[in-house]
């Protein structure tokens, strides 16, 4: 592989090609005879405002309960999420989902129960077969390397995937062994 064709036929060539497609990238791979054992997850996410409230030091809240609390300057909090595996490209925003994201956030912000709701938004996640991203490069198709599959894990652990296939990409090598990350793994 020496790069890719966009949409409009304009050839970009390229050594090397990193796919980070998220969970759109099946469909990529698909003409290329590469399946890829993404699936997408969906989450919803709210954003409230605190008007008033200065929230710019707010801490960020990571429970282990799979939810977050995240504060702006703008006296904004964005609470998420929810990891609805199997829900395909839905993005409709549920009556349940809403719910679980509140109930989980005033379960350890109870202040943020004066808050207006101003925004939701769905995301969806890539989700691999297990819980190992899919990193490294496609087998058998020279010049592609894969990034996916890092699910809800995507904004903390994106930052290191990253400067591992850039260390693959630039000197053939990484600090770590990839092979327990294999992208095309089912």
Sequence with gaps: MRGVTLENGMALEADETVLAAGAWAPPLLAPLGLELAVQPQRGQILHLRLPGVDTRHWPVLLPMSSHYLLAFDDSRVVVGATRETGSGFDHRFTAAGIRQVLDNALGVAPGLADATLHEMR??????GPDI????????GLE????????GAGGLTM???????LAQLVLTGRTEIPLEPYDPLRR
């Design 122 to 127: 769905i995301g969806f996640r890539p989700m």
């Design 132 to 139: 190992r991203p899919l990193l490294g490069r496609a087998a």
């Design 143 to 150: 010049g592609l390397v894969i990034a996916n599959g890092l």
């Design 158 to 164: 994106g930052p290191y995937a990253g400067a591992l």
